[in-house]
Nanobody
């Protein structure tokens, strides 16, 4: 049903940039809020950004000013541009969608920021 496929993760040095992509299918993409969450080993998953159907974006304080979420409804794709990366940004990043107030997450892509 719902398919969320993340890509773009990798290894980057502190201060570098990376852009994640998420291709979605199996639901009405343009009607749904989309988001990105991250989880490091032993930590809870935290939503770092989400964007509504009207392109209203919100960010966690930890990434505000550095990350930008965007969406392309024609491509059913949501992006997360990450700038000024820090080692504490190292995590598996997951793409998600909200339907009836319930988050569904993809399999994730690893982002590693080296010091």
């Amino acid at each position: 049903q719902v398919q969320l496929v993340e890509s773009g993760g990798g290894l980057v040095q502190t201060g570098g940039s990376l852009t994640l992509s998420c291709e979605a299918s199996g639901f009405s993409f343009s009607d749904n809020t989309m988001g990105w969450a991250r989880q490091a080993p032993g930590n809870q998953r935290e939503v770092v950004a989400h964007i509504g159907s009207g392109d209203n974006a919100n960010y966690a304080d930890s990434v505000k000013g550095r990350f930008t979420i965007s969406r392309d409804n024609a491509k059913n794709t949501v992006y997360l541009q990450m700038n000024s990366l820090k080692p504490e940004d190292t995590a598996v990043y997951y793409c998600g969608t909200v339907n009836e107030y319930l988050w569904t997450w993809g399999q994730g892509t690893q982002v590693t920021v080296s010091s």
